[in-house]
């Protein structure tokens, strides 16, 4: 059974920094395509970045480029997202998501991030 | 304004069909697959739809998904009260190398 658990949310001060993981099991993570999406509270869905394979091909959502950083360890089955200059705007759930078929075939339950002083 | 538009709201009684449009242009819609999420109240979002048409393995053919020119639609026949949620189009567009998600569509089973 695929599974993807994120963690890493919390309360953050604007213009501070914060670290998300994704920990994937039930598929091989190194075959996989991997998403970012997130979820303003109230809001829709909003993509933010994705990576392929072997962490060589990266891209992201306008709102968030040249703030964050998406990356993988296949070794670990790990996804990350580094967010920095933070603002009230990245308030949201932050989900990860196996690309299967071009598609976010599998979601993890989220993790929290707020920022707020 | 979302490059990729939905209606932010429909409905529908049980049993009858509703169907969702997605609009969008030649950059995205026309050119690539067009994928539909389903959001459950308070739930992670789930694969509807993918490759304009195709259901993954457990979804039911309540669902289905078309695409002509720039818009695509959803359709849900026999419309449930479980199927209450919002639902999302999703597609990649080549002018802004992105994905797009639709502001979404919340329906109502009345």
């Known amino acids: 059974e695929v599974q993807l658990v994120e963690s890493g949310g919390g309360l953050v001060r604007p213009g501070g920094s914060l670290r998300v993981s994704c920990a994937a099991s039930g598929f091989t993570f190194s075959d996989h395509w991997m998403h970012w999406v997130r979820q303003a509270p109230g809001k829709g869905l909003v993509w933010v970045a994705r990576i392929n394979v072997d962490g060589s091909v990266t891209n992201y959502a306008e709102s968030v480029r040249g703030r964050c950083t998406i990356s993988r360890d296949n070794a670990k089955n790990m996804l990350y997202l580094e967010m920095s200059d933070l603002t009230g705007d990245d308030t949201a759930v932050y989900y990860c998501a196996r690309d299967w078929a071009g598609a976010a075939r599998n979601w993890g339950q989220g993790t929290l991030v707020t920022v707020s002083s | 304004q979302s490059l990729v538009a939905q209606p932010p709201s429909a409905s529908g009684t049980p049993g009858q069909n509703v169907v969702i449009s997605c609009s969008g242009s030649?950059?995205?819609?026309?050119?690539?697959?067009v994928y539909w999420y389903q959001q459950l109240p308070e739930m992670a979002p789930t694969l509807l739809i993918y490759g304009d048409d195709k259901r993954p393995s457990g979804v039911p053919d309540r669902f289905s998904g078309s695409k002509s020119g720039t818009s695509a639609s959803l359709a849900i026949s026999g419309l449930r009260s479980e199927d209450e949620a919002d639902y999302y189009c999703a597609t990649w567009d080549d002018s802004l190398n992105v994905v797009l998600f639709g502001g979404g569509t919340k329906v109502t089973v009345l």
């Open positions: 030649r950059s995205n819609i026309e050119t690539h697959n």
